[in-house]
């Protein structure tokens, strides 16, 4: 079993940036494939980013390249999303999951364990 707590949510006018923080327990983090997802309000949820358990591996939706990064610590057993130049349109609740098997992918079926998300709000 996997707890995932998420934080760094909060409000920034767009232009703006965001830092979001995901903890996670368990002393096998550093196999887990990790993903962030989003979904804003009356729309479905959608991949943002994701990276290998190594963290050598990254890869994001076209909407975001450039502008987010993620980075992980496996010292500490957390993940983390830069989320910079951000736009009104991507206020969401943010939500990080884990893949024990670590299959790198950006499919939300493959994500086992998920946290209980963080609100990013963007003001125009």
């Known amino acids: 079993q996997v707890h995932l707590v998420e934080s760094g949510g909060g409000l920034v006018q767009a232009g703006g940036s965001l830092r979001l923080s995901c903890a996670a327990s368990?002393?096998?983090?550093?196999?887990?494939?990790m993903g962030w997802f989003r979904q804003a309000p009356g729309k479905e949820r959608e991949f943002v980013a994701g990276i290998s358990g190594s963290g050598d591996i990254a890869y994001y939706a076209d909407s975001v390249t450039g502008r987010f990064t993620t980075s992980r610590d496996n010292a500490k057993n957390t993940v983390y999303l830069q989320m910079n130049s951000l736009k009104p349109e991507e206020t969401a609740v943010y939500y990080c999951?884990?893949?024990?098997?670590?299959?790198?992918?950006?499919?939300?079926?493959?994500?086992?364990?998920w946290g209980q998300g963080t609100q990013g709000t963007v003001s125009s």
């Open positions: 999951a884990a893949d024990p098997k670590a299959r790198d992918s950006r499919k939300e079926d493959r994500y086992d364990y």
């Open positions: 368990g002393r096998t983090f550093r196999s887990y494939a």
